[in-house]
């Protein structure tokens, strides 16, 4: 039997590639993994069985002899099947437009780069003159212009555009794509989800879990329901309430999943309408606080009261770690970590080590960067700190954080707000959350959301609520909540870091949240300083090839600039690089480097000068990093010409590569293929670069010379004379 499959959280590409592909495997089954978003939920019971798309259960190993696999080439993301590979005897075909991944050993690949992997398929099928339904050519075109924006991103190809003239003409239903295509948000629209986000509550009525968000928009926002409907997407509830003020009133929008709250009947309390799961209020109050408890009082009114549902809060989790600590941790640095305890206990306050330190610690990976998070106040202990350790203090008063800095230790400490979390059950009710839980529920990942307490009674004892430990354990980067990538998008970089840093898999939820964050632009509302502090950590990372192939993957590259296209020319161009790198710091150990800064030279190496502008103007460089990148970016063509002479001069060598820095003669030394310009390069790197000469402006005015700007005329003479006394034979030998 046939199978074919593709990754878990499928979107329209996903699900428009799965049937193509059975146009070519007409014997084949679908195995559906299923997906998180609406319109396709909503198009497969609409359609599912019209398409015989069937689920993965029931399906036996035994009788699959070859699997096609289509729009990813990551066995992580395949679920179920991903085992199936370790099986030799299975053959397996790959349809992807993601830049391959190696972990599958399949027997037919085709990879093209274009804007979406149903392009692929359709360009197959129209060249086998394969006859399509109008309902098929209707869930292709969806495919494409999900993937594309409508054919409107950059990464879209002349194919993409080919391949929907001829689904239209296969007789593909526009109307219906309409219906289910979701459009990408406004910047408006993408700044109210964010206040939206940052202001969500949970409460609990009668055991339904229920979100209130609000916001205020200064300007009149079209299409506020749409917001509603994102939020709804990604968090599994009950009920969703969003009030947004605008002008002088309070848009509310409302939408349920369940019959026990008919959000109908709560908005006409509030003088609006609406259906029993979908409804809206236009509220004449202009304050939100009292818009948000009228609001409350007529949900409380309107619910059903059954029998309540249990809440959902998530078990404390404690585990003693110390055997691990006093294995894994310098003797000196445990001593230090029971003095922060003792101290602790003095104040009263818990103290905890966080984040990273934790991460590595758990990991087995050496991590000096201490961080602490304190309950209590984190300045006054902070003080504490360095009166009895003696160290250095720097406070940041506003945001409650300081550094101490005690002989081999920097400690960043931070003080946890306290939250109120709402509490199952009754309202108004509320119960205060510890702080630490509050503080780790608003971090990035699970593996980064781990604590270590300090203090004498609790000493070495593991905090993990969100499933940090066994997601190390699987090598898993997932987020603690949907929302994480809106709430901050400098996440969805850091996801790519930590997952090539260790290795890890970026789970497949986790995937299409960025995916998603991606569609919704968001980046486009960050400050390019976040941005680009996070893809220098990302290009400083010891092998950063496979995390930019995964950011060209996930449509990251664009927010450096749109013109970014990662093909085979810069994945070769990056493995030059990689090499040369690596050779270089083997050979010159003590040559300080600036590797992002090289790997950015080789991103955007490809863009017009005008496009680097752009870049330049986005990011915030330095005038001397501006410099270099324009100059790796001009003076290449020029620079090869003459290096690549066998006869040239050691003298002209050094002019010409004297006034780069290190990083781009690298760079250089990866684009040219010439053997004499690397030749040249390599007599500049071991010797040239070190000549000196002996005279100085003292020995010109001891002889009698009077000073003045001819001076360093007269001292570049006399080195570029030394330089070219050095007899070719001995410097081509080198
Ligand atoms: N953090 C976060 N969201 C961000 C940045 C940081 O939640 N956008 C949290 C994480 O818990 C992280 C901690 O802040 O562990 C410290 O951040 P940072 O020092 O940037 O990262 P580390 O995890 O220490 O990683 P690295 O080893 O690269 O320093």
Known sequence: MDLIVTHTGADFDALASLVAARKLYPSARIAFLGTQEENIKQFLRDFGTRLKITGSRGIEREKIKRLIVVETSSVSRLGPFKNFFQDTALEIHIYDHHPPEKDIPAKKFVYKEVGATTTILT??????????????????????????????FPSTTLSDRKAIRFLIRQGANLGLVTKYLSFPLNHDQVTILKDLVHSLETH?????????AKAASPKYVGDIAVLAHSLREMENLDAIFILVKMEDRIQLVARSQTRALDVGKVTRILGGGGHTTAASASIKEKNLDKARMKLISAVQSSIKIGKPKSGTIQPKKERPVLSLMKKRLPFELLKFFRTLGLLGDEVHMRIF?????????????????????????????????????????????????????????????????TEYYERPGALPTVIPQSSIRADLSRRDFTINALAIQLNRRHFGHLIDYYGGERDLRQG????????????DPTRIFRAVRFSERYNFSISPETRDLIKRAVRL???????????RQELVAILNEEN??????????????????????YGRHLHNLLIRLSSEIKSHRRCFSSDLLALW???????????????????????????KERSKLFRSHKAVSRLFKVLQKASISPARIYTLLHPLSLEEIIFLLARTKSKFAKKNINIYFK?????????????LIKRGLKPGPHFSKILQKLLLDKLNSHPRKSLRNL
């Open 123 to 152: 360009d197959i099928l129209r060249r086998k003159k394969i006859k399509l339904t109008s309902l098929e050519a209707t869930l292709f075109i969806l495919g494409i212009y999900e993937d594309t924006g409508s054919l409107s």
């Open 204 to 212: 609990y009525f009668h055991g339904l879990r229920v979100y209130i």
């Open 353 to 417: 080590l966080v984040g990273g330190f934790v991460r590595d610690l758990l990991l087995g990976v050496k991590d000096l960067d201490i961080d602490l998070v304190i309950e209590g106040d984190g300045i006054l202990f902070a003080h504490k700190l360095s009166r009895i350790m003696g160290g250095k203090l720097h406070v940041h008063k506003k945001f409650k954080t300081a550094v101490v800095s005690v002989p081999n230790f920097k400690i960043d400490i931070a003080t946890a707000r």
């Open 476 to 487: 898993k980067i997932r987020v603690l909540h949907n929302f994480s990538f809106i709430e």
């Open 521 to 531: 632009e968001l980046f486009e509302s960050l400050s390019p300083e976040r941005v």
């Open 544 to 565: 950063p090839i496979k995390a930019i192939k995964r950011m060209a993957e996930l449509n990251e590259l664009a927010y450096i600039h749109p013109s970014i296209k």
């Open 597 to 623: 800064l090289i790997y950015f030279m080789a991103i955007t190496h490809n863009l017009t000068m005008a496009e680097l502008g752009e870049v330049l103007q986005k990011f915030i460089f330095s005038k």
């Open 687 to 699: 010797k040239l670069r070190y000549v000196r000469v002996d005279t100085t402006g003292h020995d």
